[in-house]
């Protein structure tokens, strides 16, 4: 049981634009604005591409975006391309004793 | 370039030990705070342990508390992970981090597979 709930999977056609929802609690996601989204790829490592909620890294493109509201962080990914297709996993510092806790992480099909 | 490499994985027997290494190169490596993540095969990232920069203070998942050990040598820019009492459910890819922001991991190594198995 991870500590971060996400969806196991989303789908989008290309061009149309998802979102991704991660519940936490005030431990955590609502109680600080630490919460960051990964991307991965089979077999590759995770890239980070939003960082304290709403951030992007340098490099990533604008179709990525972050927001929270409550207990719940969400990502949205506009205009769907097929190299969108990953795992998203995101996380959030925590009060509690772990520090970091990440979400089960979600599959995004691109249909 | 900025780069992590990990090393020291593979096989080795329930309740056996391991020692990952990662080297950090291409930034200072003593300023940044660092993580160990880890991810079963087929299952989610896990985050494992966090060192500061200055090896205090430090952190660690329950489910490794009291039998997994990180430290860093920033003499040497790396950063390490001693695994003792290892279990089956140990078995993963290990992967050290750098933290950009509080929580946040912008560099990754490739990871080093450990199989705990009999």
């Known amino acids: 049981q991870s500590a971060l709930t996400q969806p196991a999977s989303v789908s989008g056609s290309p061009g149309q634009s998802i979102t991704i929802s991660c519940t936490g609690t005030?431990?955590?996601?609502?109680?600080?604005?630490?919460v960051s989204w990964y991307q991965q790829h089979p077999g590759k490592a995770p890239k980070l591409m939003i960082y304290d909620v709403s951030n992007r890294p340098s490099g990533v493109s604008n179709r990525f975006s972050g927001s929270k509201s409550g207990n719940t962080a969400s990502l949205t990914i506009s205009g769907l391309q097929a190299e969108d297709e990953a795992d998203y996993y995101c996380?959030?510092?925590?009060?509690?004793?772990?520090?970091?806790?990440f979400g089960g992480g979600t599959k995004l099909t691109v249909l | 370039e900025v780069q992590l490499v990990e090393s020291g994985g593979g096989l080795v027997q329930p309740g056996g030990s391991l020692r990952l290494s990662c080297a950090a190169s291409g930034f200072t490596f003593s300023t940044y705070t660092m993580n160990w993540v880890r991810q079963a095969p087929g299952k989610g990232l896990e985050w494992v342990s966090y060192?500061?920069?200055?090896?205090?203070?430090?952190y660690y998942a329950d489910s490794v508390k009291g039998r997994f050990t990180i430290s860093r040598d920033n003499a040497k820019n790396s950063l390490y992970l001693q695994m003792n009492s290892l279990r089956a459910e140990d078995t993963a890819v290990y992967y050290c981090?750098?933290?950009?922001?509080?929580?946040?991991?912008?560099?990754w190594g490739q990871g080093t597979m450990v199989t705990v198995s009999s």
């Open positions: 981090a750098r933290d950009f922001s509080l929580a946040a991991f912008d560099i």
């Open positions: 060192i500061s920069s200055s090896s205090s203070p430090i």
């Open positions: 005030s431990s955590d996601v609502g109680g600080y604005n630490f």
């Open positions: 996380s959030s510092y925590t009060s509690s004793s772990t520090h970091v806790v």
